[in-house]
């Protein structure tokens, strides 16, 4: 039993038992599970995962339109049928809708060069 849990760290007493009984060791759960403490063996526990320290700061206002941009996808569908998602991106300063394209399969490719089109034509209108 020793040997399997150091090979397998994540396994516990139950799995180890399946192990044991392809080798031709049979024996009641209770017993195998008695035998797994005795050798002082358990599975270890994982670590919660890290947070974030210390406070974060405010992010700054959008002092003029174009200067950020925020993006989200949306999605629905039409009753229990197709479905279909919306890429909203928004100018923060302005407030405007400056490319919100509904399609029924977005794909990344499409989007990155819709999304690229419509900064070009952004910053043109500067």
Wanted: hydrophobic share 35%; with cysteine; glycine share 12%.
């Amino acid at each position: 039993m020793q040997e399997i849990a150091g090979k397998r760290r994540r396994f516990g007493y139950r799995r180890i038992g399946v192990l044991l009984e392809r080798k031709g060791m049979r024996m009641n759960h209770k017993k195998l599970y008695r035998l797994y403490r005795e050798e002082g063996l358990s599975v270890k526990r994982r670590r919660g995962r890290k947070r974030a320290r210390g406070t974060r700061s405010p992010m700054p206002e959008a002092a003029y339109p174009n200067a950020r941009w925020s993006l989200d996808f949306l999605a629905d569908s039409f009753g229990a049928s197709r479905k279909f998602r919306i890429l909203a991106v928004i100018d923060d300063c302005s407030r405007e809708n400056v490319n919100g394209g509904v399609k029924f399969g977005h794909c990344g490719g499409a989007k990155v060069g819709q999304f690229g089109a419509s900064a070009l034509e952004r910053a043109a209108l500067i």
